[in-house]
Each structure stands twice: as structure tokens, then as C-alpha cells.
């Protein structure tokens, strides 16, 4: 049962961002800072990627952990009410994720998820985006 009347469900839910959350905002203020330039939300691709470099071809997302079902202590969380609407709805986003990312790299773009748990340690962030913006795209590596 929900602990909260419909009103305040729909007033919870409401405050729920898919666009310039808390993790967002830190993976686009470090990118920013190494001086990479990037499209936001990209309608005209799968997924509406968090961020586009269209010129290397390559894209991020960034997922948030309950949302997506990370494997970490806050994505593996299920609410204890409607578990069966909640585990329905978490599996369509992954099936819909692992689609869009299929896609995206069909048309020839490299992915990179981060995951919000991830954003908690900017050091290790900060390398691993770096690693990822500065590598060789791979069609062109494996050619």
C-alpha cells in the first residue's frame, strides 16, 4: 500500500527531472572544464543521448541508478508497494536502454553510460570521460 494519498504521489512524481539532474550537471560541468564543446539531448537520435560529439561520434548518457537498475546499493533498491508495476516499468527502461544504445552504435557512435552513484567520485569520473573522449573511435580502431 501507498503511503502517500494519489495527490501526493502525483506531487512526488512530478519533481522527478529527466533533463539537467544533479549527475548530469557534474559529468557536463567536467567535460565543459576539459574543454570539450557538445549537443544536449539530441532528439534526432535513439534515446535522446545526455550529451553528443557528433564530430567523434560519440555519445553519453547518464543513467540514473533506481531508474535504470545499476547494480549498486540504490539501484537494486525496489519499492516495497506496487513492486510489480515498479519491476515492469525498471525492466522496460533497461530493455529500451540496451535498444537505443544497439542503435547508436549501428550508426556508428560510441556510448558511454555513467551511472549516478558514479559522479560521487569526480577524480575517477574525471579519467574515465577523459579516457573515453580521447580514445580512437572504435569502427576506426578495429578497422
Given at each position: 500500500?501507498?503511503?502517500?494519498?494519489?495527490?501526493?504521489?502525483?506531487?512526488?512524481?512530478?519533481?522527478?527531472?529527466?533533463?539537467?539532474?544533479?549527475?548530469?550537471?557534474?559529468?557536463?560541468?567536467?567535460v565543459?572544464?576539459?574543454?570539450?564543446?557538445?549537443?544536449?539531448h539530441?532528439?534526432?537520435?535513439?534515446?535522446?543521448?545526455?550529451?553528443?560529439?557528433?564530430?567523434?561520434?560519440?555519445?553519453?548518457?547518464?543513467?540514473?541508478?533506481?531508474?535504470?537498475?545499476?547494480?549498486?546499493?540504490?539501484?537494486?533498491?525496489?519499492?516495497?508497494?506496487?513492486?510489480?508495476?515498479?519491476?515492469?516499468?525498471?525492466?522496460?527502461?533497461?530493455?529500451?536502454?540496451?535498444?537505443?544504445?544497439?542503435?547508436?552504435?549501428?550508426?556508428?557512435?560510441?556510448v558511454?553510460?555513467?551511472w549516478?552513484?558514479?559522479?560521487?567520485?569526480?577524480?575517477?569520473?574525471?579519467?574515465?570521460?577523459?579516457?573515453?573522449?580521447?580514445?580512437?573511435?572504435?569502427?576506426?580502431?578495429?578497422?
Amino acid at each position: 500500500m501507498d503511503t502517500f494519498t494519489p495527490a501526493q504521489r502525483s506531487k512526488v512524481m512530478r519533481r522527478v527531472k529527466s533533463k539537467d539532474t544533479t549527475p548530469e550537471m557534474v559529468v557536463r560541468r567536467l567535460v565543459y572544464a576539459m574543454g570539450r564543446r557538445y549537443r544536449l539531448h539530441d532528439k534526432s537520435l535513439p534515446g535522446k543521448p545526455d550529451m553528443v560529439f557528433k564530430g567523434a561520434r560519440k555519445v553519453i548518457f547518464v543513467h540514473g541508478c533506481f531508474w535504470h537498475w545499476h547494480d549498486c546499493a540504490r539501484g537494486r533498491r525496489m519499492p516495497k508497494s506496487n513492486t510489480e508495476y515498479w519491476e515492469a516499468k525498471i525492466r522496460r527502461n533497461i530493455e529500451r536502454d540496451l535498444e537505443h544504445q544497439r542503435q547508436l552504435e549501428e550508426m556508428g557512435f560510441d556510448v558511454l553510460v555513467v551511472w549516478e552513484c558514479q559522479t560521487r567520485d569526480v577524480e575517477a569520473l574525471r579519467d574515465r570521460l577523459r579516457a573515453f573522449l580521447e580514445a580512437p573511435r572504435r569502427r576506426e580502431a578495429d578497422a
